[in-house]
């Protein structure tokens, strides 16, 4: 593995420096309604997952891939380790997980900005363990099949310094309305860490397209607006459109995920309206052409507002060219007192791919990371 270290994000020249840095103290935390939320169990037989010793090596050896049911409760979900099932030829050929909306959308609702004019997504420099250490991919299979979205390692207030969580987006763990959760869903931090071309993937060792390992979520937790009307196209749900993860080694040396990349990002909730901030970026691996998924990029700018409903939250909106597989990806931005943290995710973004939105992380957002950080806190 290489080597824990201090991370930096290299930002445009007219902004200052995103200094992301491994920290032991977490964001305020503040009392939040933890009721906006749907969570992930393990284990239901209703659904045809494993309840017994012999359903989970059924499971293991293949029996995740009957999709007749799908599992649509919290007590339903289930996402055991299967072992060497994300290799990297497997990882190098999943699908983007695109959430797209008309081209025109957002220009008529009154509250919108004008759309930004599109910014190419710029490479981030290798290693990315020492430039975005906090940043992965998330991959997941679907009845469709494989697919990717990315991540972001974010600080657990109930372990400082040695977090399990992960950020992305709600649409990568849970189909929304027309489905239920998705399977095998792992994430792993500074893939293909040198940027190898896709040419070179699925031969490549595991230690240079995983160097930190593969990390299987045993928990995850979204929003219930987003489990009751989210959908792949059209925007719907995306003002919800977020979710946790609490993750596991797939082979454990002992130490958290913060203590393994060390870094983790505070998650900055009910932060200030888009005309407060002066730079923002959004970080992620986007999978669809023109980009195939492989090497990381960033988008930094001033962003913008974007409204789907007048009766929803106002999201996020920045210029960017990053295609589907950036979902999930964090959005990072400094506090006031000078530290970066995550203020969103990438969501949705038109067919044209010339922008990217994403929700503002209000008190729905705040008790979902509250209730996944309280279920682990004593583990």
Request: neutral net charge; hydrophobic residues 35%.
């Amino acid at each position: 593995m290489p080597p824990i270290r201090r991370s930096g994000l290299a930002a445009a020249a007219v902004t200052a420096v995103l200094a992301l840095s491994a920290t032991a103290c977490g964001p305020n935390d503040p009392t939040a309604d933890s009721k906006p939320s749907a969570t992930a169990a393990q284990g239901s037989q209703s659904t045809g997952a494993p309840g017994s010793l012999h359903d989970l090596q059924k499971w293991k050896q293949g029996d995740w891939k009957k999709w007749d049911h799908w599992a649509h409760q919290a007590a339903e979900f289930i996402n055991p380790v299967i072992k060497d099932l994300w290799k990297p030829s497997r990882m190098s050929q999943a699908k983007d997980s695109p959430n797209q909306v008309p081209t025109s959308i957002g220009q008529d609702q009154g509250v919108s900005d004008p759309a930004p004019a599109p910014k190419t997504a710029e490479s981030v420099q290798t290693p990315y363990h020492n430039n975005a250490a906090p940043v992965g991919k998330v991959f997941f299979d679907t009845p469709q099949g494989s697919f990717v979205c990315s991540g972001t390692v974010v600080e657990d207030p109930a372990h400082p310094g040695k977090s399990n969580l992960v950020w992305t987006a709600g649409h990568c763990v849970h189909a929304g309305a027309k489905g239920g959760w998705y399977r095998n869903i792992a994430f792993v931090p500074s893939y293909n860490d040198q940027a190898l071309p896709a040419s070179q993937i699925s031969g490549a060792p595991q230690s240079e397209v995983a160097p930190y390992g593969v990390w299987w979520a045993d928990w995850a937790q979204t929003s219930s607006q987003w489990i009751s009307t989210g959908s792949e196209t059209g925007g719907y749900g995306s003002p919800y459109d977020f979710s946790i993860l609490h993750v596991k080694p797939e082979n454990s040396s002992g130490k958290s995920l913060q203590e393994t990349v060390g870094a983790a990002l505070p998650v900055w909730f009910n932060a200030p309206a888009v005309n407060q901030f002066t730079s923002v970026g959004a970080w992620g691996y986007p999978a669809a052409p023109p980009y195939d998924g492989q090497k990381m990029f960033d988008c930094i700018g001033k962003p913008g507002r974007l409204s789907l409903d007048p009766g929803m939250p106002t999201e996020y909106r920045l210029g960017c060219t990053m295609t589907g597989g950036s979902s999930g990806g964090g959005w990072f931005a400094k506090m006031p007192n000078g530290k970066v943290a995550l203020v969103s995710n990438t969501s949705i973004g038109p067919a044209d791919n010339t922008w990217l939105a994403g929700p503002h992380l209000g008190p729905e957002a705040q008790g979902v990371y509250q209730s996944i950080s309280q279920k682990f806190a004593n583990q």
